[in-house]
C-alpha cells in the first residue's frame, strides 16, 4: 500500500470507529469501503474487543458526589466574587471615567426624564407565575442559588406536626470548616418538599427551629420535625435559615455566615409511602473560602452526598445527647403508630389539607398543634 | 476609508462557568471510563473524573478557546492528572470484582469473558504510550481523532496513524 492508499485507508478506519461509535455496525461502515474492508474488518473487531475490555460506568453517588463538589466549588467562587473589593470606582464602566461629574450628572437627568415622558405608553401583559416554574432552580443544581426573590413562595399545603407521622426530618452535619467554632446555631423558619408534577408543594414548621451544627457532626443528627406527609415523590427540598450565628473557638468573637438567599436546597428524588415511615436527612456543610490573607468568610452549603433517605441518623438533642425518636413531643417515644383517624381521614374529592395559595408572605405560627386526642 | 477592527467579545466568566457546568452530565463518565481505562483502578478513576472538573474550575480564568473546544480542554486535564497519577503510583493495579462471577448463572462463560478481558488489557500495556493516549481518548473518551489531537497536541493525520498502529499492534498480540 502506498502512501497516498494508507491515508486514506486511516480515514476509512476513523470513520468507520466514529460510526461504530455512534450505534452502527461492522457491516454498515464496510460496506463503504468495499475496497478497504478485508483489512479494516479485523482491526474493527480488535477495536470492539479492546472496548469490552474496561466497560465502567460510575456509579450513581459517586457521580452525585462530583457534582456536588462543583457545585460547591461554584458557589465558593461566586462568593468569593462577591467579596473580592472593587479596585476601581466605576468597575466595568471605565469608560465612564474620563468624563466629568457633571457630564455625568446631566446624563442621568435626560434619560431620567426620558423614562418619565416615556413610561405611561408602556404597557406589559400581565404576568401570572406557575409554581414550580420560575420559583426555584432548575433540576440538576445541588448547592444553594439565589433563584427567587425571598418572598416568594409556591402554593403549599402545611401538614401538622404529629409523633406518629410518616416522615421525620433531620438536620446533620458533614464536618469541614465545624472545628473553627464553638458554636454554630442555625435558626430554621420553614422546609419546602417540592413534589413531582402539578401537586402544591409541602412546607413544614419545625417543632426544632435552632440547631448547633458542632453538636451535629457525622451522623449525628437532630429531628426538626415529624408528622404525616401526603404520600408521592418528592424531588426537591429547601430548607429556609433565617438566622446563622457563629462563634469562633480562636477569638470566641461572633461571625456573620454567608448564605446565599437565605436558603440552601438540595435536588433528591425521594418517595414517601403513607403507611411508613421515612427518614430525611439534611445535611449541611460550612466550608471556609477566599485567600488566607483576606479575612476569613465562612460559608454554609448543603452536603448532597450526605443527605437524603436511608442514611445512618444517631440521634441526638439540641444539647448533642443521645436522644430518642419522638422524644421532643408529649408523647411515649416506644409506642407503635396509630393508625389514622377516620374522622380526619379525607373525604372523596375533598384534598387532604387545605391548598394554601402563593401570598408572597412567610407563614408563622405555632411549631406543635396538638391534635384533639393529644391534649 | 479604513475599515474598523472587528469587534472582539471576551466570553465572560460566568458564560464559561455554566458551560462546563453543563458538560458535566455528558463528560464525567467519559473521563472516569478514559482514567479508567489508564489506571485500572475505578476508584481512583472516578476522583480523577471528580478532580478534572475541580481543576477545570479553578483555571477557568486562563481558559480561551483557540482550536481547543472545552471538552478536549477537560480530556487535557484528565490526561495530565492520569500521568501524574501514573507517575506517583508508578504500577498498574487492576481492582478485581468478583462480584459478577459469584452470582452469574453461567460462571464459565463470565470466567471466559474475564480472561479475554485480562488478554486484552495486558496487550493494552503493551502499547507505546502514544498508541495507548490515542486510544484510549478515542474509546473511552469518546473523543473524535480532531479532539484527540486538540488533546495531545498532534496532528489529526499523526493521531489516524497511531490509531492505525496501535489496532494493528493490538490485533497481532491478541492472535
Not at chain 2, 94 to 108: M, T, V
Amino acid at each position: 500500500m502506498n502512501q497516498y492508499n494508507m491515508k486514506d485507508f486511516d480515514r476509512a478506519l476513523d470513520d468507520c470507529l466514529d460510526r461504530i461509535r455512534r450505534g452502527e455496525g461492522i457491516e454498515q461502515c464496510l460496506a463503504n469501503y468495499p475496497w478497504h474492508a478485508s483489512r479494516l474488518e479485523p482491526l474493527l473487531r480488535t477495536a470492539q474487543q479492546a472496548q469490552l475490555a474496561y466497560v465502567f460506568e460510575p456509579s450513581p453517588s459517586v457521580t452525585q458526589d462530583a457534582r456536588a463538589k462543583l457545585n460547591a466549588a461554584r458557589a465558593e467562587r461566586a462568593a468569593a466574587a462577591r467579596s473580592r473589593p472593587r479596585s476601581r470606582v466605576f468597575g466595568g464602566f471605565s469608560w465612564l471615567r474620563p468624563l466629568p461629574a457633571a457630564a455625568i450628572a446631566s446624563a442621568v437627568v435626560i434619560m431620567l426624564t426620558i423614562l418619565l415622558l416615556v413610561r405611561p405608553t408602556v404597557t406589559a401583559p400581565p404576568v401570572t407565575e406557575q409554581p414550580g416554574e420560575n420559583d426555584y432552580p432548575a433540576p440538576g443544581e445541588e448547592v444553594a442559588v439565589p433563584v427567587t426573590p425571598d418572598d416568594f413562595e409556591p402554593a403549599f399545603v402545611m401538614p401538622s406536626a404529629h409523633p406518629d407521622g410518616n416522615f421525620a426530618f433531620y438536620l446533620s452535619d458533614e464536618p469541614n470548616a465545624i472545628n473553627d467554632f464553638e458554636s454554630l446555631t442555625v435558626t430554621v423558619s420553614s422546609i419546602m418538599l417540592k413534589t413531582r408534577g402539578e401537586e402544591p408543594w409541602v412546607k413544614l414548621l419545625p417543632m426544632q427551629k435552632q440547631a448547633d451544627l458542632v453538636q451535629l457532626q457525622g451522623n449525628r443528627s437532630l429531628e426538626l420535625w415529624r408528622g404525616d406527609v401526603p404520600e408521592g415523590t418528592y424531588t426537591m427540598v429547601f430548607l429556609h435559615i433565617e438566622d446563622v450565628e457563629g462563634i469562633l473557638v480562636a477569638t470566641g468573637e461572633s461571625i456573620d455566615l454567608k448564605l446565599p438567599s437565605n436558603r440552601l436546597h438540595l435536588n433528591m428524588e425521594f418517595e414517601l409511602q403513607a403507611d411508613e415511615l421515612t427518614e430525611f436527612v439534611f445535611d449541611i456543610t460550612v466550608r471556609r473560602i477566599g485567600p488566607p490573607e483576606n479575612p476569613i468568610t465562612y460559608l454554609l452549603l448543603p452536603q448532597a452526598s450526605e443527605s437524603g433517605i436511608g442514611r445512618d441518623i444517631e440521634r441526638v438533642d439540641l444539647h448533642g445527647r443521645p436522644d430518642e425518636p419522638g422524644s421532643q413531643k408529649p408523647e411515649d417515644p416506644d409506642r407503635e403508630r396509630s393508625p389514622k383517624r377516620p374522622d380526619l381521614e379525607p373525604t372523596p374529592g375533598q384534598p387532604d389539607m387545605p391548598v394554601i395559595p402563593n401570598t408572597g408572605h412567610s407563614q408563622s405560627g405555632p411549631h406543635w398543634r396538638p391534635t384533639p386526642d393529644q391534649h | 476609508m479604513g475599515q474598523n477592527p472587528p469587534k472582539v467579545r471576551k466570553e465572560a466568566g460566568s458564560d464559561k462557568e455554566e458551560r462546563l457546568a453543563a458538560l458535566f452530565d455528558s463528560c464525567y463518565p467519559r473521563v472516569a471510563r478514559y482514567a479508567y481505562a489508564r489506571i485500572g483502578d475505578r476508584t481512583d478513576a472516578e476522583d480523577i473524573a471528580a478532580e478534572t472538573f475541580l481543576r477545570a474550575l479553578d483555571s477557568l480564568d486562563r481558559y480561551q478557546e483557540r482550536g481547543l473546544p472545552m471538552e478536549a480542554w477537560l480530556f487535557r486535564i484528565a490526561h495530565n492528572l492520569v500521568v501524574d497519577h501514573l507517575r506517583r503510583a508508578n504500577r498498574f493495579e487492576r481492582a478485581q470484582e468478583d462480584e459478577e462471577l459469584q452470582s452469574s448463572d453461567n460462571p464459565a462463560h463470565v470466567a471466559e469473558e474475564r480472561i479475554l478481558m485480562a488478554d486484552t488489557q495486558a496487550a493494552m500495556e503493551q502499547l507505546t504510550k502514544d498508541q495507548k493516549n490515542v486510544l484510549t481518548l478515542r474509546f473511552f473518551g469518546g473523543l473524535s481523532s480532531k479532539e484527540t489531537a486538540a488533546t495531545l497536541q498532534k496532528s489529526d493525520g499523526a493521531v489516524r496513524e497511531m490509531q492505525r498502529a496501535a489496532l494493528e499492534r493490538l490485533r497481532s498480540l491478541l492472535r
